[in-house]
């Protein structure tokens, strides 16, 4: 994550990068998996998955409705 976003500034997910990096190199992260939920995080911040099956789930019972 390059932090720059694509019309110049601070990239969207840049301060998700940001507190995941900070937790990842921390003194006090005896395991990576310590930082499992910044990593969660991040990638919903890049991709939306958790965003998108909400959105479906909603569709379809809105459908399931009608």
């Known amino acids: 994550s390059s932090g720059f976003g694509l019309r ?4 969207r ?4 990068w940001q ?4 937790c ?5 992260t005896t395991k990576p998996s310590q930082c499992q939920p ?3 995080d991040y990638f ?3 991709h ?3 965003e998108k099956a909400r959105t479906l789930a909603i569709k379809t019972e809105y ?3 009608k």
Do not use: I, P, V, W
């Not at 997910?13 to 998700?16: L, M, W």
């Not at 507190?19 to 900070?22: A, V």
């Not at 990842?24 to 006090?28: K, P, S, V």
């Open 8 to 11: 110049g500034g601070t990239g």
């Open 13 to 16: 997910c840049f301060g998700e």
């Open 19 to 22: 507190r995941f990096m900070e």
């Open 24 to 28: 990842y190199t921390n003194a006090g």
């Open 38 to 40: 910044n990593a969660d």
């Open 44 to 46: 919903e911040c890049l």
């Open 48 to 50: 939306h998955s958790k």
């Open 63 to 65: 459908l399931r409705q």
